[in-house]
């Protein structure tokens, strides 16, 4: 069993800048896929960032340029390093491990919300 906890969100105003962090208890598999979901009111949750134990990565194309994902294999924890923030941001972002196409864990959700 996976438990991810998330901190770092909060009030930004437009071209501001946030840090998420999510930890991990339990046992992280070097196979497993860390990322970052998002969810704004009336959407659907949708993939924000990911990354291997390796440090390949994967960007939405609405955050490239403008989100950094990184992590901490030793620490089993994932960061998502936000800038230039836009209204459009805005959103509860969950933590995500992928351990299969049909085993995912998920946080419970840290609210970004930024400003215009």
């Known amino acids: 069993q996976v438990q991810l906890v998330e901190s770092g969100g909060g009030l930004v105003q437009t071209g501001g800048s946030l840090r998420l962090s999510c930890a991990a208890s339990?046992?992280?598999?070097?196979?497993?896929?860390m990322g970052w979901y998002r969810q704004a009111p009336g959407k659907q949750r949708e993939l924000v960032a990911s990354?291997?134990?390796?440090?390949?990565?994967n960007y939405a194309d609405s955050v490239k340029g403008r989100f950094i994902i990184s992590r901490d294999n030793a620490k089993n924890t994932v960061y998502l390093q936000m800038g230039s923030l836009k209204p459009e941001d805005t959103a509860v972002y969950y933590c995500?491990?992928?351990?299969?196409?049909?085993?995912?864990?998920w946080g419970q959700g840290t609210q970004v919300t930024v400003s215009s």
């Open positions: 995500n491990v992928k351990r299969s196409a049909l085993l995912k864990y």
């Open positions: 339990g046992s992280i598999f070097s196979t497993d896929v």
């Open positions: 990354i291997t134990s390796g440090g390949s990565t």
